[in-house]
Each structure stands twice: as structure tokens, then as C-alpha cells.
């Protein structure tokens, strides 16, 4: 795994940005967090983020989001990001909020889930909604 992070984190070329997500006390390596598809023209990239399951739950995803977030729009000049969920996660709703994401879609239950079909959210954050709730 920490071979397909390090590939994932190369950061060869602007259409995609992502970094290991590690412990600075300790230097456990967590996930990945990532922007790809970044668009020149339309200054649009989306969000992506990946936790081991023993590291979900204590604040590292949402620090995480909000690092990305701070980096898409200020270092990569992005004007809006993106990203999908499904709605059962609700941790990962709440990491989004957090950082400001809205909903703005949903593609009705396009995933089967526990016994159970269930939405994809869709969201964003535009810059400009990013630079005012700073």
C-alpha cells in the first residue's frame, strides 16, 4: 500500500495533486488525500481521500479535507472542487461540511450498501465561499 501512495503522491503534472496523510508525532502512515482532474480552463479539480479503517473517526480525515481544500484553492489556483460520497457515510459528510463543501446533487440509489441501495451525494466548494467563511 505504501507503494500505491507514494505513486499517487508523485505529483508529475497539474491535473493531479496528492499527498500522504501521516502522524507528525509519530510518522504513521494513515491514507491518502488527493485533487485529480484538474482543469486549467475551468479552474475545477475533484477531492478524493482514503483512511485506513483504524484511523477513521478521530478528526484525521476532516484536518486532512481542510489541508486539501486550503492547498486546491491557494496553491493550485482552483476555483472550485468537487466531490462524491455515498449518503450512508456519514462521517465523511460531516468531514466535508466542516470544510464548507455544500450539497449539491444526488444520484439516487446508484449503490448497494448493507442490505440496503443508497444515494451518491455530490458536492462542492467554490473558492470564493472557501475564502469568506475563513
Not at 60 to 81: D, K, N, P, Q, S
Not at 101 to 120: I, L, M, T
Request: glycine share 12%; no cysteine; net charge negative.
Amino acid at each position: 500500500m505504501d507503494d500505491t501512495f507514494r505513486r499517487w503522491s508523485s505529483n508529475d503534472d497539474y491535473s493531479s495533486t496528492g499527498f500522504s496523510v501521516v502522524r507528525r508525532d509519530e510518522g504513521t502512515l494513515l491514507g491518502h488525500v488527493t485533487i485529480f482532474g484538474a482543469d486549467a480552463k475551468n479552474r475545477a479539480g475533484t477531492l478524493a481521500i482514503v483512511l485506513g479503517p483504524e484511523h477513521v473517526g478521530h478528526g484525521y480525515g476532516t484536518e486532512a479535507v481542510r489541508l486539501m481544500v486550503r492547498y486546491g484553492f491557494a496553491e493550485m489556483g482552483l476555483h472550485r472542487i468537487g466531490l462524491q460520497t455515498y449518503a450512508f457515510n456519514a462521517r465523511a459528510l460531516a468531514a466535508y461540511a466542516k470544510a464548507g463543501f455544500r450539497e449539491e446533487g444526488r444520484r439516487r440509489e446508484v449503490v448497494f450498501h448493507d442490505g440496503a441501495f443508497h444515494d451518491e451525494v455530490q458536492l462542492g466548494l467554490l473558492e470564493s465561499d472557501w475564502r469568506s467563511d475563513r
